[in-house]
């Protein structure tokens, strides 16, 4: 069964700070990887999804990279900002799941200013 | 396009009670979804359909249904609510071709108590 873990649960970081948020999955037969961000109260926003067959994508201040063979994603936050604050949720796509992703718990991040 | 929605916003149910929360999507997606998130977790899947007319299950089915009877539309129905199905509810939708899996579009969630 797939299990897909993120660390840290929480990061709180000065204003200006690039930050890397980790993803780890433990079984690398997936279609894609898609991060998303989710404001309090809210519904999920995608940030970038990757392709299997991408080793990273970027948009704007975010990079996130793949390395399917070790189950390991991240995501690179450059010269954060208070309203960066948020969780964010990286699901993988498995190959045997039909599209059904399957999501860790979140990172919940605070750039404080 | 107005994306994903979904109605109500919030509930308020008593145990033993019934109700149907209402998906939309308006971007032709065949594959949709409905997840569930509990404080301080990630989404598990409830159940999931491919095209009209085509549901399963996923992670946590017991205590809902669902139909798909138009493309559009995807209604989660929970019979004989318990406390334990108080939650936040999201509909998600995707354009899936052949095996390629494509980008997922979440609605903005229903929040379900039930007492």
């Known amino acids: 069964k797939q299990e897909v873990t993120q660390i840290p649960a929480a990061l709180s970081v000065p204003e200006g700070e690039n930050l890397v948020l980790n993803c780890s999955f433990t079984?690398?037969?997936?279609?894609?990887l898609q991060w998303f961000r989710q404001d309090p109260g809210k519904g999920l926003t995608s940030l970038l999804l990757i392709q299997s067959s991408q080793r990273e994508q970027t948009s704007g201040r975010l990079n996130a990279s793949l390395d399917k063979s070790s189950g390991r994603s991240t995501l690179y936050i450059a010269a954060s900002q208070p309203g960066d604050s948020a969780t964010y949720l990286c699901?993988?796509?498995?190959?045997?799941?039909?599209?059904?992703?399957?999501f860790g718990e979140g990172t919940q991040l605070t750039v404080n200013p | 396009n107005a994306g994903v929605t979904q109605t109500p916003k919030f509930r308020i149910l008593k145990i033993g009670q019934s109700m149907t929360l209402q998906c939309t999507q308006d971007?032709?997606?065949?594959?949709m979804y409905w997840y569930r998130q509990d404080p301080g977790m990630g989404l598990k899947l409830i159940y999931y359909s491919v095209g009209a007319g085509i549901t399963d299950k996923g992670e946590v089915p017991n205590g809902y249904n669902v139909s798909r009877s138009t493309t559009e539309d995807f209604p989660l129905r929970l019979e004989l609510a318990a406390p334990s199905q108080t939650s936040v509810y999201f509909c998600a939708s995707s354009f899936n071709i052949d095996m390629s899996a494509y980008e997922q579009y979440f609605g903005p969630g229903t929040r379900l108590t039930v007492t």
């Open positions: 079984d690398s037969a997936i279609y894609n």
């Open positions: 699901a993988v796509n498995p190959e045997t799941s039909g599209s059904r992703l399957t």
């Open positions: 971007m032709n997606h065949n594959y």
